[in-house]
């Protein structure tokens, strides 16, 4: 008895009856659920080969309980049950993704062949996954790409995490792909139909934080008009993921923390609280324990985020991996430009395994872009991404100053990776630092004060 069936019924006489035909006749295990909620959380706990589910029923009817199912386990094969004078319902149900139906009263034969039938979809469904996966190997997860023992590692996180319902904190550097490891884990929960809403600190200016996360009632100061859903609002239900945690100021720490401890928030200007059911993964890029000895970061506070710490790694510690993850990424942004499927020179491929990627996938991205749209053949070079053999050289030494006291190094390293990081952002805008500044996320002003402090003149990159 390897197939598995939830049948889902009010009447619990049917389900008996159909329980004790089914399980011998079609060689399965069949479980019952008697209302659409309790048909979930059976889903949510255990995988089944098909759902045999009737149309009406009281609460959640068989069509909301459809809906759900092929939201959040679109392979799943449902075949829906219903009275000979409501065959108008199973049409709309085969309209909203249902296999099959069966009309009540039924000959067990004729059940038991359209089941079966319905069964053997299943198994299709599942050998071809199976050969997809076996295809493509256990290298791309959830747009997370490698093989490495590192990354098989956090896949396994990953999974494990995904089945609580626990706050998570994933640590890591900047362009290590936190913000995809989140919505890995929120894809593989129960809460994956569900709204993701992503808040990344760093971008929203600290004067409208707490009204961007918890909302405000009309009239809560001078330009509040109407009354504002908040973010986690937004997220009841769902997930939300905090970004860059770790620079929010100690008052937003204060009003998070109330929040992890009672799961409810306040708009700002109402009298009453608004219960919330959000599950919480924040992340961040810096040291918290040691901000926390700088009196900078609360330690009641980060002992409630970090109930499920995670750790991604930099892109140093698996650089096994980065012929991969450029052809992930080759493919996927060869598609989104428009352009035919590029590949790396062999050249180019060896200055990749041999740098230390300061930006971690973020910075490869941005490379393999530039040679996307730079490149006259399939075939991208060095110089298509700005890198003349002299610039390689450069790279390659930017590995090896060990020997050097640890800020002489740093500063060393810093200075190499802003002239070759900002000399190609202006080589590709011409020499526009407002265009650069915008390609690479940041204020004119900002990237013209590491222009200043790096010597680095627009003038010599202009056409």
Known sequence: MNRSILIVDDELDMLQLLKRSLEPDLQCKAETASSGETALKML??????????DIRMPGMDGLELLELIKRQYPDLTVVVMTAFGHIDLAVEAMKSGAYDFITKPFEHDALILRLEKALERSSLLKENLRLHEECRGTHVFQDLVGKSQAMQGV????????????????????????????????????????????????????NILESELFGYKRGAFTHATQNRTGLFQEAHLGTIFLDEIGDISPTIQTKLLRLLHEKEIKPLGDTRS?????????????????????????????????????????????????????????????????????????????????RNWQGNVRELENVLMRGILFSRTDEIQPADVGWSKAKRDDLMAADSAQHLPYKEAKERSLERFNQIYI???????????????????????????????????ADAYRK
């Open 44 to 53: 949510s706990q255990q995988a089944f080969d098909l759902v045999l589910a």
């Open 155 to 206: 896949y396994d996180t990953i999974r494990m995490v995904a089945k609580t319902d626990l706050t998570v904190l994933i640590t890591g550097e900047s362009g290590t792909g936190k913000d995809l490891m989140a919505r890995a884990i929120h894809a593989l929960s129960q809460r994956s139909h569900r709204n993701f809403v992503a808040v990344n600190f760093p971008t929203v200016p600290e």
């Open 274 to 354: 608004i219960q919330v059911d959000v599950r919480i993964i924040a992340s961040t890029n810096r040291n918290l324990e040691e901000k926390i000895k700088q009196g900078e970061f609360r330690e009641d506070f980060y002992y409630r985020l970090n109930v499920l710490p995670i750790k991604l790694p930099p892109l140093r510690e698996h650089q096994e991996d980065i012929p991969l993850i450029a052809s992930h990424l080759l493919e996927k942004h060869c598609a989104a430009l428009d352009k035919p499927l590029k590949r790396l020179a062999p050249e180019l491929t060896d200055i990749f395994l041999n």
């Open 423 to 457: 000399g190609n952002l202006l080589s590709v805008s011409a020499g526009n630092v407002t265009r650069a500044a915008k390609r690479c996320g940041m204020e004119r002003q900002a990237l013209q004060q590491i222009m200043r402090r790096y010597r680095i003149k």
